[in-house]
């Protein structure tokens, strides 16, 4: 790694000799980006969050309808328009609502207050950083989730669009629903039912 360099005249008198010293980097360099490998590989990431999302069967219809909240978005404007339960064709109510903490918001929570209080209950048993759970933690909260959704009348909440609905107003319809604790969603094309009698509002 080093070279010692000899220089100096060949002087019987004062016999004097000098030494230059040479460093060579290269290894230094290599140990470097060897150690910059180690921690990138090394360094604990970010886990991945998982959404449940329940896709509709064959026929175009959600696996779980009871309790069901579906969203009607339209291709423009800020409003959008829902009914409750299940699409009973012309009887079925709509109702509009905006993006607002007073619209849309308020309708879930209130569907939702039950789980929305029971979950707070069970994240306070564990660290407020998630990034710091252990893996014991992570299965043991996952395992009480799943059965707290199980048995408790969440809503299912479905989205369902035109094909001319902003993408936009899909993500502030997600953004509520998150914000909501809404776990169960769905997102669908209006069928021509439910578009017509939403042209007709």
Known sequence: ???????G????ASKKRTNNVHLDMTPMVDLAFL???????????KKPSVMEII??????????????????????GANCIYYQGMWKGKETTLLPTDFSKDGLRKILL????????????????????RAAWSEQQRVSYLTQYRTLLDTNPSPTVIIKTL???????????WDELQICSIQKRVVQDMNEEERQLFEQQ
Not at 9 to 12: A, L
Not at 35 to 45: E, K, P, Q, R
Not at 61 to 70: F, G, H, L, M, S
Not at 121 to 128: G, V, Y
């Open 110 to 129: 209130n569907q939702n207050n039950t789980t929305i209080l029971k979950l707070n209950k069970l994240l306070s048993q564990f660290p407020a950083d």
């Open 163 to 173: 094909p001319a609905t902003p993408f936009a107003k899909v993500v502030a319809a």
């Open 9 to 12: 005249t060949n002087n019987t």
């Open 35 to 45: 150690l910059v490998t180690f921690f990138v590989l090394a360094t604990s990431m």
């Open 55 to 76: 896709y509709p069967d064959e026929n175009g219809i959600p696996n779980e309808v009871n309790n069901a909240i579906t969203l009607l978005l339209p291709e423009d």
């Open 1 to 7: 790694m080093a070279n010692i360099v000899s220089s």
